[in-house]
């Protein structure tokens, strides 16, 4: 690194530690990576923020996902990706209530309790009464649930390529970091918040902002 360059860096840290005097190394990072990219108004000139740029793209991300998942999953028994989906989870959870797998999925429980009513007539999901709550039943995983799982793989892959292809490995870890940390800080009150009203969830997400800022 050259003396001009190795200048630049310290003087980068000095602007930004002044902001925010307990900036860790890799916040330190991720702020240089965001800032050298396309830049973008706080609002564009129809009044949309920035937030909700990023929502669209998050969205629009997601459809073209679903959509090169459902033409990769068209040759299986599997009707679209939720199905896989809920089988991969399942695999990962070991044997989760119903109930608990559609909550770590974020489904709505009557679609979730229709997935998996699918999965057990299909032979890839079995239930079982919960030894503790007999109100409740548990599902795991079939051996031919595993089977399906791992022969949707190298399809899943590809969607993978498709979708993300076309950035590098940084960017792609650089992605993961800054997602992951949303949703560990969503996932933290997303059991809690279901009941509260708009302004009250609102109130209680923001006011825990900074809890997150350098993890």
Known sequence: MSNNKLVELVNLWAAHEAEQPDLSIEAFCERILATRGNTYQAINEYGIPLEGKIMGHLG??????SIYSKKALQETALNNVEDWV?????????TPKKSELINQLLSEFPSGIDVIKRMVAAGYLEEF??????????????????EKVQAC??????????ALGLLTPV??????????RLDRFHEKHYKTTRSEDFEALHQLLTSDFTNFVNK
């Not at 809920?86 to 070991?94: A, I, K, N, V």
């Not at 793989?153 to 498709?162: A, I, N, R, T």
Request: hydrophobic share 40%; proline share 6%; aromatic share 6%.
């Open 153 to 162: 793989l190298p399809q899943m892959q590809k969607v993978g390529d498709m």
């Open 60 to 65: 629009r991300m997601g459809k073209f996902a």
């Open 171 to 180: 960017e792609k870890q650089f992605l993961v970091t800054i997602l992951d």
């Open 129 to 146: 009464p919960d030894e503790e709550d007999k109100r409740s039943k548990r599902v795991r995983i079939t051996p031919a649930g595993v």
């Open 86 to 94: 809920y089988l991969l989870c399942t695999m990962e959870m070991g």
